[in-house]
């Protein structure tokens, strides 16, 4: 009964430990958005610790590194949070596929402020969503930055499908700034996604995307699938990644991505 009692006893602060654990949901890896939202007081940031994408067409391969890009989420009520995204560091690669002529480019990103406001359960547990709309400034530089500023809103919807399964729906409609850098046009997209819990530690997510693009200079509509992992090695410390492949002919080749979420 001693040792019985003993037990009980080293047990009750581990679990009233893991009751105590903050909200922990990272963005990424995903195409979509979440609903979660930070608890007030709490900090999260998530840093992409590299981002290889390849484009080719006819007339030029581009391949597009980013490094550094960094998201924080700071709860600033019991279902908003405020977020700051930037990309430090980004290095465009062209070559000219006749020529063989390699032109090389090394910018600042730009910087997007947004909040996203959670209209049922900002744990993102059952039936969540919420809408996030944002505004970009154009700090950086092309090819990295879009020369002028844009906006848009985001409206993720999350369901619990069972204990281990989580189906997500993410629309945005966004004014995007024109290719050559003045004005803005629509474009808008959508995703789909399936999260499987595997274990408690780990998780996977596959998805589509289709995005409209009405660029003045072409309309585009990419198609893209994605499947990501998601590896949580503490409470609050998770490290993600995800591979991305275009499926027609105005999608990015394929995108790699891999980068560590911590919260504060």
Same mark, same amino acid.
């Not at 924080?72 to 279902?79: D, M």
């Given at each position: 009964?001693?040792?019985?009692?003993?037990?009980?006893?080293?047990?009750?602060?581990?679990?009233?430990?893991?009751?105590?654990?903050?909200?922990?949901?990272?963005?990424?890896?995903?195409?979509?958005?979440?609903?979660?939202?930070?608890?007030?007081?709490?900090?999260?940031?998530?840093?992409?610790?590299?981002?290889?994408?390849?484009?080719?067409?006819?007339?030029?391969?581009?391949?597009?590194?980013?490094?550094? %890009?960094?998201?924080?989420?700071?709860?600033?009520?019991?279902?908003?949070?405020?977020?700051?995204?930037?990309?430090?560091? #980004?290095?465009?690669?062209?070559? %000219?596929?006749?020529? &063989?002529?390699?032109?090389?480019?090394?910018?600042?990103? %730009?910087?997007?402020?947004?909040?996203?406001?959670?209209?049922?359960?900002?744990?993102?547990?059952?039936?969540?969503?919420?809408?996030?709309?944002?505004?970009?400034?154009?700090?950086?530089?092309?090819?990295?930055?879009?020369?002028?500023?844009?906006?848009?809103?985001?409206?993720?919807?999350?369901?619990?499908?069972?204990?281990?399964?989580?189906? #997500?729906?993410? &629309?945005?409609?966004?004014?995007?700034?024109?290719?050559?850098?003045?004005?803005?046009?629509?474009?808008?997209?959508?995703?789909?996604?399936?999260?499987?819990?595997?274990?408690?530690?780990?998780?996977?997510?596959?998805?589509?995307?289709?995005?409209?693009?009405?660029?003045?200079?072409?309309?585009t509509t990419q198609a893209v699938a994605g499947l990501g992992c998601l590896w949580t090695v503490a409470p609050r410390r998770a490290f993600f990644a995800e591979a991305v492949g275009g499926l027609n002919?105005?999608?990015?080749?394929?995108?790699?991505?891999?980068?560590?979420?911590?919260?504060?």
């Amino acid at each position: 009964m001693k040792r019985l009692a003993a037990a009980a006893l080293m047990m009750a602060p581990a679990v009233a430990w893991a009751q105590d654990e903050p909200r922990f949901c990272p963005n990424s890896p995903s195409l979509e958005s979440s609903a979660c939202t930070t608890e007030p007081g709490r900090v999260h940031v998530e840093a992409t610790l590299g981002d290889w994408q390849l484009e080719r067409n006819a007339n030029q391969r581009i391949d597009t590194v980013l490094a550094g %890009d960094v998201l924080v989420r700071a709860g600033v009520g019991p279902s908003t949070e405020v977020q700051l995204e930037w990309t430090p560091y #980004g290095h465009v690669r062209t070559r %000219d596929r006749a020529t &063989g002529m390699v032109e090389k480019q090394a910018r600042v990103g %730009d910087v997007t402020l947004g909040v996203r406001q959670n209209l049922r359960n900002p744990d993102g547990k059952g039936l969540s969503f919420g809408i996030q709309p944002s505004v970009t400034l154009p700090v950086g530089r092309s090819p990295v930055g879009a020369g002028d500023w844009a906006a848009g809103v985001v409206l993720p919807v999350t369901y619990d499908l069972t204990d281990t399964i989580n189906i #997500g729906t993410t &629309g945005e409609l966004d004014a995007a700034v024109d290719e050559d850098g003045h004005g803005r046009h629509f474009q808008g997209s959508m995703v789909a996604a399936v999260a499987i819990e595997i274990s408690d530690a780990f998780s996977t997510t596959i998805e589509a995307q289709v995005m409209r693009d009405d660029d003045p200079s072409g309309a585009t509509t990419q198609a893209v699938a994605g499947l990501g992992c998601l590896w949580t090695v503490a409470p609050r410390r998770a490290f993600f990644a995800e591979a991305v492949g275009g499926l027609n002919h105005d999608a990015p080749d394929v995108r790699l991505y891999a980068g560590i979420a911590a919260l504060f």
